[in-house]
């Protein structure tokens, strides 16, 4: 009906089909859907949805785009043959114009060799199932990056070796004697994106969407009201889908395929300090560039160490949060009182670390408007977010925690006025 009405008024219109809602559907079902579209229409098929993925014994999937899958997911190879198998024409989500839902509000992902691994794998796609199309963005935006020159040069025949090319691009950005160190520095990025980072609802649509004006939700209910505990995350009237697509209650998102949070959790937090670790080291390297970077590129070295240091702040709220989740629950199941004060002890000082983050994050997004922004939900980590969630964070800890620190404490004592 679509493609009739369409094509009654544009004969020669491209209708597209995308598949990303089921890509988690049992593969007989998907071949007979493709099997009824109609003549012509084109499929559209994501890279890395559902990519699983194998972390100390555990079963994690990559959840939603990520550029931590260099190679493809099984929805996305089986679904790919089968239409190729049946003629039909394939485009790939493939996000290469260099964003990802990885980090919420930066422009790109800077891992170039992750994405010259997902250039290998896209190459493959083309010659396996002609997958001879990309769709490069979602609503990200465009930003140009070291990522989209890769693309641009590499997607273009003759074809050129990427190592070479992301050689000559960091010398052209930080000049011959820093381009090595900028090099090392992305390397241990792309490694650590590929190794650490598991592409997980939890995060992405949680501390990892806007990063560090993520709030903290203190677990225990002690509203007189019995309300719930989400809040609303504040964002411009008006925007796409602005709060809508931020869970503020960071909690276990199950589904199948993947082990229960419980499990997963211990996990992910390690692997996101490994990730964690492994900006920071990049960014020293970066660091040790300043001076071996001519003058007239050091505004672009600037805006890298920027770049990374957003990253690495989001990176640090993420591991807050899924810390203070684990607290939490610790807390709500603990067994006496002094095991209480302990846990309500490691969550202030934990929350006091995670101000120090935020309030650290304020001179990296005045320094760069790009940052903490995204066309779909507009701003959500400028300055006033970030004040904004420092203001949070200290009610709460003045009014819920310390609250609920005197409930633990309260004296057994009946008050004496009360009838007997």
Same mark, same amino acid.
């Given at each position: 009906?679509?493609?009739?009405a369409?094509?009654?008024a544009?004969?020669?219109?491209l ?8 890509? !988690? ?5 998907r071949r007979r859907?493709i099997?009824?579209l109609p003549?012509g229409?084109m499929?559209?098929?994501t890279f890395?949805m ?7 014994g555990?079963l ?5 785009y990520?550029?931590s899958a260099?190679?493809?997911?099984? !929805? ?5 043959e ?12 493939a996000?290469?114009?260099g964003?990802t839902?990885?980090?919420?509000v930066i422009p790109?992902?800077p891992?170039? %060799?992750q ?5 290998a ?9 002609k997958?001879?199309?990309y769709y490069d963005n979602?609503h990200y935006g465009?930003y140009?990056?070291v990522?989209?020159d890769l693309?641009?040069?590499l ?11 992301l050689?000559?691009?960091a010398?052209?950005?930080?000049g011959?004697?820093?381009?090595p160190?900028a090099?090392?520095?992305w390397q241990?990025w792309?490694?650590a994106m590929?190794d650490d !980072?598991?592409?997980s609802n939890?995060?992405?649509?949680g501390?990892l969407r806007v990063?560090?004006?993520y ?9 007189r ?5 989400e809040? %609303? ?8 889908? @602005?709060?809508q697509?931020i869970?503020t209650?960071?909690q276990p998102?199950?589904?199948t ?8 959790f ?10 964690h670790?492994?900006?920071r080291k990049?960014?020293?390297?970066l660091?040790?560039a ?6 007239r590129?050091r505004e672009?070295l600037? !805006?890298q160490?920027?770049?990374?240091g ?9 591991c ?7 607290l939490?629950v610790?807390?709500m199941?603990?067994?006496?009182a002094?095991?209480a004060n @302990?846990l ?7 929350a ?6 935020a309030?650290a994050?304020i001179p990296?997004?005045?320094a760069?408007s790009?940052l ?5 939900m ?14 949070q ?5 003045d009014g819920?925690?310390r609250a609920?620190?005197?409930l ?8 004496p006025? %009360?009838?007997?």
């Amino acid at each position: 009906m679509v493609c009739n009405a369409v094509r009654k008024a544009k004969p020669d219109a491209l209708v597209i089909f995308n598949t990303y809602n089921w890509y !988690y559907a049992e593969p007989a079902v998907r071949r007979r859907f493709i099997d009824h579209l109609p003549p012509g229409v084109m499929v559209q098929i994501t890279f890395e949805m559902g990519r699983e993925i194998e972390r100390e014994g555990l079963l994690c999937q990559v959840r939603d785009y990520s550029i931590s899958a260099d190679r493809p997911g099984y !929805y996305f190879t089986s679904e790919s043959e089968y239409a190729h198998s049946k003629g039909i024409a394939i485009l790939c989500t493939a996000n290469t114009a260099g964003a990802t839902w990885d980090f919420g509000v930066i422009p790109y992902v800077p891992v170039p %060799q992750q994405w010259l691994r997902r250039f290998a794998s896209l190459d493959h796609a083309r010659e396996a199932w002609k997958v001879e199309s990309y769709y490069d963005n979602h609503h990200y935006g465009w930003y140009p990056s070291v990522v989209t020159d890769l693309g641009r040069m590499l997607f273009w025949e003759p074809r050129n070796d990427g190592a070479t090319l992301l050689r000559q691009l960091a010398v052209r950005d930080f000049g011959a004697e820093a381009a090595p160190l900028a090099l090392e520095c992305w390397q241990l990025w792309s490694d650590a994106m590929r190794d650490d !980072y598991i592409a997980s609802n939890e995060e992405q649509y949680g501390p990892l969407r806007v990063g560090p004006s993520y709030p903290l939700i203190f677990h225990p209910n002690i509203t007189r009201t019995m309300g719930g505990k989400e809040i %609303q995350f504040p964002t411009t009237p008006g925007a796409h889908f @602005g709060w809508q697509i931020i869970k503020t209650l960071y909690q276990p998102y199950e589904s199948t395929r993947q082990s229960p949070g419980f499990l997963r959790f211990p996990v992910e937090l390690r692997a996101l300090r490994r990730l964690h670790e492994a900006f920071r080291k990049g960014l020293a390297l970066l660091e040790k560039a300043r001076p071996l970077t001519p003058e007239r590129k050091r505004e672009a070295l600037e !805006y890298q160490i920027n770049l990374g240091g957003f990253i690495a702040s989001s990176i640090l709220t993420a591991c807050h949060v899924k810390e203070w989740y684990l607290l939490n629950v610790k807390l709500m199941a603990a067994e006496s009182a002094a095991e209480a004060n @302990g846990l309500l002890d490691r969550l202030e000082a934990l929350a006091l670390a995670e101000i120090a983050n935020a309030e650290a994050a304020i001179p990296l997004v005045q320094a760069d408007s790009r940052l903490g922004w995204e066309p779909s939900m507009e701003y959500v980590t400028d300055a006033w977010h970030l004040d904004w969630k420092i203001r949070q964070v200290r009610t709460m800890l003045d009014g819920e925690l310390r609250a609920f620190r005197e409930l633990v404490n309260l004296p057994p004592k009946v008050n004496p006025g %009360q009838v007997r």
